[in-house]
C-alpha cells in the first residue's frame, strides 16, 4: 500500500518521534522513505530587514548556511533510524515555504504517505503561529500521519 513514504521534519524531538513511526510502517511495508527539510528562510529574511542591505546580506548568508546545516544533520540523523531498521533512504534539504514545499515534494514523487510530528499547539498559539502540520493534513492529496508530542 505504502511504496513511498515522505518524513518531514523540522529537526525537532516532535519530528524525530514522527519519523521513528514513519520508519516503522516503511520496514513493514517494505518502502522507501524520503526525509525532508524545508528551510524557511524567508522567514529569516524579514527579520534582518531593517539592517543595512550589506550587513543584511552577511546575516541572511549565516542564517542560510545554519538552516541548510540544521536540515542535514536533521535528515541525518533520520538516516541513521532507516539504516538501522533495513529501510532504503534518500533526503531532501532544500530552501522555501515548508507547507507548499511539502505538498509538491509529495506530489511530484509520486509520495504515498506523509508522516510529520506536531507539537499539539492549540487556540490562539496555532492561530498565531500557523501550523505546517495543519496546513499539510488540510490540502494533502495523499494521507498524512501526524504523530503527537511524545
Known sequence: ????ILIATDGSRHAE???KAGIEIARLSKSKVTAIYVADIGKEYSAAGEFSFNIADEV????RSSLLKQGAEATGRIKAMANDAGVPFESKVIEGHP???ILKFAAENKVNLIVMGSIGARGLARFLLGSVTEKVVRNSKVPVLVVHGE
Open 1 to 4: 500500500m505504502f511504496e513511498s
Open 60 to 63: 541572511i548568508s549565516e542564517l
Open 17 to 19: 518521534n514522527a519519523a
Open 99 to 101: 507547507a507548499d514545499d
